[in-house]
């Protein structure tokens, strides 16, 4: 890869998801949408695959990346299910949830993927072009957001390109992200308590009706998973949170009855505003002014994953 050259455009068809298989069995990087956010996806089972991963992301290698499988039968080869997991996956999978689950001995992942911890961050993902794809190469994919590390996550291909460019060997654009937040990541833990370590489109009211419990409050620093940094999604202007009016040097992102510059939502419908959030912040970035404003979010239902993105862009 020549990282003054941009990554092939592949089309979201059979033949598209073909040339992308090959590039991935090869050792290649392929920027894949998912129902969540583009995914940059490349063999889990390879060191210097995921080192390529990390080198394109400029990502910490202590933050683990997430492992997507095709089905439950290749999730087994990955990872140790109990009865909760299993209730858990057979709810959700396909679908927005990452489970922080028990390495299974002998699994195809590479060191480097989890960071060198006992557990795997482990997905099914929704997307049938991503579960297509992962089913073409035969092995599980690591796939993070494709976009540098820390920055706002990509919705669409022209996000991706414009973050890792001739980073990567290939985009398969398949339009925009219906979700537009990364997924909901749980972690399983001992006498059946549960903890929610990324809020996500999954609500943890859904969640708990599964498995009959609310979450324990997370308490330790250790990075377990994706997203958990305290500094993350960052669009590289000042962010202003809790904005009902703007400053006269602020893009204003608004929800609701305050319109701003742009809107999340005109309607106060927090899936809308999910799905446009990461769009809006890119806009945000590429206007001229020096600062963001962003309108009062409710902190209910997915609003919980909407705020912590922001809070994170706002450190």
Same mark, same amino acid.
């Given at each position: ?7 092939? %455009?592949?089309?979201?068809?059979? #033949? ?72 858990? !996956? @057979? ?9 922080? %689950? ?23 993902? +929704? ?10 190469? +035969? ?6 957001? !494709? ?26 654009? +398949? +339009? ?14 001992? #006498? ?36 958990? %940094?305290?500094? @993350? ?30 809107? &999340?939502?005109?309607?106060?419908? %927090? ?8 769009? &809006?912040? @890119? #806009? ?32």
């Amino acid at each position: 890869m020549n990282q003054t050259d941009a990554p092939r %455009l592949l089309p979201d068809t059979p #033949e598209g998801l073909q040339d992308a298989a090959v590039i991935l069995r090869g050792g290649g990087l392929v920027a894949v949408p998912t129902e969540t956010v583009y995914g940059l996806a490349g063999r889990a089972d390879r060191d210097e695959t995921v080192a390529a991963i990390y080198r394109a992301k400029g990502r910490p290698s202590f933050n683990p990346l997430i492992v997507h499988v095709s089905d439950f039968a290749q999730a087994e080869t990955v990872a140790v299910f109990d009865e909760r997991a299993r209730a858990l !996956a @057979h709810a959700f999978w396909p679908g927005p949830l990452t489970m922080v %689950l028990p390495l299974r001995d002998g699994a195809p992942v590479a060191p480097a993927v989890t960071a060198g911890l006992p557990t795997v961050a482990l997905r099914c993902p +929704g997307h049938p072009t991503m579960r297509e794809l992962i089913a073409r190469c +035969g092995v599980p994919l690591a796939a993070p957001s !494709a976009n540098a590390s820390g920055g706002v996550s990509p919705s669409c291909a022209a996000h991706v390109v414009a973050s890792l460019g001739g980073r990567i060997d290939a985009v398969i654009d +398949g +339009g925009a992200c219906p979700a537009g937040l990364e997924s909901t990541i749980v972690a399983l833990r001992g #006498e059946g308590a549960w903890q929610l370590l990324r809020p996500g489109p999954l609500t943890v009211e859904a969640l708990a009706e599964v498995l009959g419990c609310d979450p324990v409050p997370v308490t330790s620093h250790e990075i377990e998973a994706p997203g958990q %940094l305290a500094s @993350h999604y960052a669009p590289g202007k000042p962010v202003r949170l809790e904005a009902e009016v703007a400053e006269a040097d602020e893009f204003h992102i608004g929800y609701g009855a305050i319109s701003g510059d742009a809107t &999340l939502s005109a309607d106060a419908d %927090l899936a809308e505003a999910a799905a446009r959030l990461y769009a &809006l912040l @890119h #806009e945000a970035a590429a206007a001229p002014q020096p600062r963001i404003a962003v309108a009062p979010i409710p902190d209910v239902g997915i609003g919980l994953a909407i705020n912590d993105r922001l809070r994170r862009a706002a450190a």
